[in-house]
């Protein structure tokens, strides 16, 4: 199946508290990365020297461990003056702005010319949304929407295929992070005047609304959230990233020739990663075998809705194929399904939220101190649940906020000196692993008389009654 990772634009066609909500991270007025044709600009000696130590610097400090808590948002700064002083000396090396408009019709045709049939859709603008498509004709639920064959994917499988293919066999980083291949496939493909998928890769949008184009002001709007820590640590990784490869392409053989190896600003890598981000998918690998990164051209100009998944990858004709989610009347925006994601998933990774989110969660980070006098025996009890005794777990919206995970943990948190030893034992019931403890909670003013018995279902069938009390709905995705 094909799993839209970290959907794109915004979504939301009728609530305007959902319009609002999910500004465009794509820019419509132009593409700062468009003009690949034009010879790369150099810059002069002294300023290049400049560029080297700033990059340097900036390797340096996003290399240490980052701290956590408050203390991670007092080391963004640093991080973040450091990029924009090189994003100010490279600002003479990005190309002029380019109208993203102005690229739709090129891309139909290149389309159509590989065998893509866009007569039901066309490239629309929405009011508070941005670009999207929209329908030509009625559909119903069902219908085959699109169908994009694999040729005209960039794929992490195309990455090595190409040009690039040499730096990947060397550099360890891009053999095990494909995000990062796609990335630098992107733009390496974006640089080259002769790339195949240039007609696509112009439709692209210019800029995002992810968190690497944010500052300290912005970030501070998500004081109190978890997702403030999540999008720093974001921040600094591609930072991190950004001058590690600064350094490769200026020293490895494998990249003289790249055509990226003139154009790698920040400010492009930048947008190479959050092209990524936003519309990165899992699709088979030709051989079946596994499964591969890639981007799939006019389907991800799909917005976002709530619903279920209706794209998959059909193998015999090496194709992805979207199926309408829902009847569209002609004009209407065709909107699909992401995926399960939080609003601060999606607000991280794809620079959106969506207001009537079904799947929304609040991320919570809890552990077990190592200060506690229990915690070899409570570390003990939750590896029995095949739970870390420090982890992130989450608030569902609905009916079942609090999932057997987060009880099972609660509990264990909470247990008292004379309860611990005896949740350690572990019995098996009806095929499903299970470790319960039947204690005695104390009469008096500390609580009733009685006894609880805590089961905690680890595995097997759901509808299995684990012959104790449920702690809750187990939610996998």
Known sequence: MVRKNKGK?????????????????????GKETGAAAAPPVELPKTTKREEGELVASLLEVCSKPPESGSRELEDYPQIHALVESIRKIQSVLNPPEQKRVESFGPFLQWLNDNGVDTQSI?????????????????????????????????????????????????????????NVTLALHVLNEMFNPQSFWKPYLD????????????????????????????????????????????????KSPAAKDLPLRDHFTFENYRWAVSTVMTRQNQIPARD????????????DMCNHTNGIYTSDYNADEDACECFCLQSFSAGQQILIFYGPRSNGEFLVHNGFVY??????????????????????????????????????????????????????????????????????????????????????????????????????RTAGPASQDSGGRRLGPRVDE
Request: with cysteine.
């Open 288 to 299: 079946g075998s596994r499964a591969t990164l890639g981007l799939i051209p006019l389907w």
């Open 122 to 178: 066309e490239i629309a603008e929405f009011p508070g949304v941005g670009f999207g498509l929209k329908s030509l004709k009625d559909l119903k639920e069902g219908d085959k929407l699109l169908q994009i064959p694999r040729k005209l994917m960039l794929t992490v499988d195309s990455a090595k295929k190409s040009p690039l293919g040499p730096l990947i066999n060397e550099d360890k980083i891009l053999q095990v992070m494909p």
């Open 9 to 29: 634009n915004t979504k939301g066609p009728k609530s305007q508290q959902n319009q609002q909500s999910q500004q465009a991270q794509a820019s419509t007025s």
């Open 355 to 456: 207001a009537d989110n079904e799947h929304d969660r609040l991320c919570l980070k809890l552990g077990i101190s190592k200060g506690d006098h229990l915690f070899a025996l409570k570390s003990e009890v939750l590896g029995k649940l095949n739970l870390a005794p420090s982890r992130s777990f989450y608030l569902h919206r609905g009916r079942f906020p609090v999932d057997g995970d987060l009880l099972a943990f609660l509990r264990v948190f909470c247990m008292s000196e004379a309860v611990t030893p005896a949740a350690i034992p572990t019995a098996t019931h009806g095929g499903s692993s299970e470790v319960c403890t039947r204690y005695e909670r104390p009469t008096g003013p500390e609580g009733e008389a009685g006894y609880s018995q805590l089961s905690v």
């Open 203 to 250: 439709s692209l949008p210019g800029k995002y609304s992810t968190p690497l184009y944010w500052g300290s002001e912005e970030l501070q709007f998500l004081k109190g959230s978890p997702v403030q820590g999540d999008a720093i640590n974001q921040y600094r990784n591609i930072a991190r990233q950004y001058a590690y490869f600064y350094r490769l392409l200026q």
